[in-house]
């Protein structure tokens, strides 16, 4: 099935919307929505869930031979998947962009920063390592898929346990089942946070958001995903779209995401370790069945919650009889009228708007200036260390 | 027989979804459409139908596409496809947790989310599990540790007015003796799937929403 395109409406609302310092889900430029952790039956499944974005992680091992280049490390290897399950658009077993940009995200900020001690998955040098696989499914694709998969995959890996191994004389393996023997935790030394900026160019001036929705992705100029962890390290910066920024801004951006690493990861960690330790107990864990809450649920206690932080004022219900709104309703229509020689002047103008939003946003090459932001953004990391 | 639970409307860009667990084992489905097709799998007189189980470990085997096409096959029978010619709707199956009842559970997941989507349908359908122990007693949802003891398995689905099967599915070997006693134990179980599949409709439509 086809994208469902946005209308010019949708558009030109979302902007004069920021432009009023408001966004659609009434939260604040730089305010991230609810960030959940759920843990299944099995060590390593994990789902995150960022406001209605929902992303499920399952790590897996097998022993392999290690690579001949290096002999006593293991092997960790990130697949990303998009079903139509995410978004309608989506076709299975087809890569697109999207695919490729959160691959490129996962493989830099969780394989390529070392977070994990792959010198612990080895069971024998030159003979046999572990390899982990992480497998990131998205469920339901309501923007900002960066740091969903983020942090679904970084809790998968941080409450994965591996089972026991003992190594017989001879050079043969023997892996104990679960049951067997008490499995070993796999020791992540940094936890790595990834963070989404996005920017709307408008008349010359940029919006800078944290955590865009879906709409609000479809609208902006360009975004940065910042991948770091609260080491003070830079693990990847990813900066598509149509839009080129001052240094200061980077560094700013960068600069914010170091303020917030902090407690992203902290949360992980925290949930991570109470999951763990309830499995200590002798409740068996039940998994996703009564912990999972569906997004209908979530928009739901969004609107009480805000109904009742916002009680002081009051909502004001029209109590007018049907009998007058229908009148109203007649008036509408004869507005509408298209021989009505007031009503065409209105869209020209918005049409004239949109036209000139068009030219601010400078259309480049997009790869020429992501590759000259990155280097922009190595020096700035350097100088913070 | 295990304890089932059901969440409703549980993605928010899909048409209808619902996530299913029978005992330990625990699947996602969303609906999509009828909507727009692509021309090669357009039929002038009916929708086309495709149905897509994703593992939630590794790319999808010749296991998941049996899967597949035991849940085409139920569905198809089912959906009122001539209503709707020249669209597709599209049947995606997420396995969330594993413990042996796979097809069942994906069947009745894609069932309320055929229901939340607001598909036609001739008739509800139910899938049940029961397994064979080497004793000869037959159990019904098994686990999956059950399972490795059993020496066969069947999984039937049936539609919700006269409790006819729509399609069955069996593993190991079951003589025709055995076979239609898990037949009819299957069908008394499946009278209390249905009914839970109503208790969940009418929680859905009903006015007094006790959400949490």
């Not at chain 1, 679960?178 to 940094?190: D, G, H, Q, S, Y």
């Not at chain 2, 159990?139 to 999956?144: L, Q, V």
Request: one cysteine or more; glycine letters at 4%; a negative charge.
């Amino acid at each position: 099935m086809k994208e469902v395109p946005l209308s010019t409406c949708e558009r030109t609302s979302i902007v004069s919307a920021l432009q009023a310092g408001l966004r659609y889900d009434n939260r604040e430029f730089l305010e991230v929505r609810d960030i959940t952790l759920t843990f299944g039956k099995d060590y390593g499944c994990c789902t995150a869930t960022i406001g209605q974005t929902r992303v499920i992680a399952q790590v897996t091992c097998e022993v392999v031979e290690p690579r001949p280049s290096r002999p006593n490390e293991g092997k960790l290897s990130v697949a990303v998947h998009l079903s139509p399950m995410a978004a309608p658009h989506f076709e299975p077993g087809r890569g697109n962009d999207l695919v490729d940009e959160l691959q490129l995200i996962l493989d830099r900020n969780i394989k390529e920063s070392r977070c994990l001690d792959l010198e612990s998955l080895c069971i024998m040098a030159d003979e046999s390592v572990w390899h982990l696989r992480v497998d990131v499914t998205v469920l339901n694709h309501a923007g900002n898929l960066g740091d969903a998969c983020n942090i679904a995959s970084v809790a998968a890996l941080r409450h994965f346990h591996r089972p026991d191994v003992t190594v017989e004389e001879d050079g043969r393996v023997t892996v104990h089942t679960l049951e067997e023997r008490e499995p070993i935790p796999t020791f992540m030394k940094k936890v790595p946070v990834c963070l989404t900026y996005a920017f709307f160019i408008v008349d010359d001036y940029c919006y800078m958001l944290m955590d865009p929705s879906e709409k609000e992705e479809r609208v902006m100029s360009g975004k940065l995903i910042v991948g770091l962890n609260p080491h003070g390290e830079i693990t990847s910066l990813v900066f598509p779209g149509r839009v080129s920024l001052q240094k200061e801004q980077i560094v700013s951006c960068i600069r914010n995401a170091f303020s917030k690493a902090k407690s992203s990861a902290e949360m992980v960690q925290k949930a991570v370790d109470e999951d763990i330790e309830k499995r200590k107990s002798l409740i068996k864990p039940e998994g996703f069945i009564n912990c999972l809450a569906s997004d209908a649920r979530y928009a739901r206690q969004r609107i009480m919650r805000k109904i009742k932080t916002t009680s002081k004022t009051e909502f004001k219900i029209p109590q007018e009889p049907v009998e007058d709104l229908q009148e109203s309703m007649d008036e509408i229509q004869i507005k509408f009228d298209p021989f009505d020689s007031d009503e065409v002047t209105t869209p020209m103008k918005v049409k004239q708007h949109t036209a000139k939003k068009v030219k601010v946003s400078k259309p480049r090459e997009v790869a020429s200036e992501s590759e000259e932001e990155e280097e922009e953004g190595k020096l700035t990391s350097q100088d913070l260390q | 027989m295990a304890k089932h639970a059901c969440q409703l409307n549980f993605l928010s860009r899909s048409d209808g979804s619902a996530l299913y667990s029978i005992g330990n084992t625990v699947a996602l489905a969303s609906v999509n459409g009828p909507g727009e097709v692509k021309k090669s799998n357009r039929h002038y007189n009916r929708s086309h139908l495709e149905v897509c189980y994703s593992p939630s470990t590794g790319q999808s085997m010749i296991g998941e596409r049996t899967l597949e096409s035991v849940i085409l096959h139920t569905v198809e029978q089912v959906i009122l496809v001539h209503l709707h010619p020249r669209t597709a709707t599209n049947v995606t199956i997420q396995e969330m947790q594993s413990d042996g009842l796979a097809l069942s559970t994906s069947v009745n997941a894609t069932c309320l989310a055929l229901l939340d989507a607001g598909v036609q349908m001739k008739s509800p359908f139910a899938a049940v599990t029961c397994c064979l122990t080497p004793s000869g007693t037959i159990i019904i949802e098994p686990t999956e540790a059950e399972l490795k003891e059993s020496e066969a398995l069947a999984t039937f689905v049936f539609d919700g007015q006269a409790l006819n099967v729509l399609s069955a599915h069996q593993e190991g070997c079951l003589d025709s003796e055995n076979f239609y006693a898990c037949l009819r134990k299957c069908q008394t179980a499946a009278k209390d799937v249905l009914n839970f599949y109503r208790r969940i409709m009418e929680e859905k439509y009903s006015s007094d929403k006790s959400y949490n």
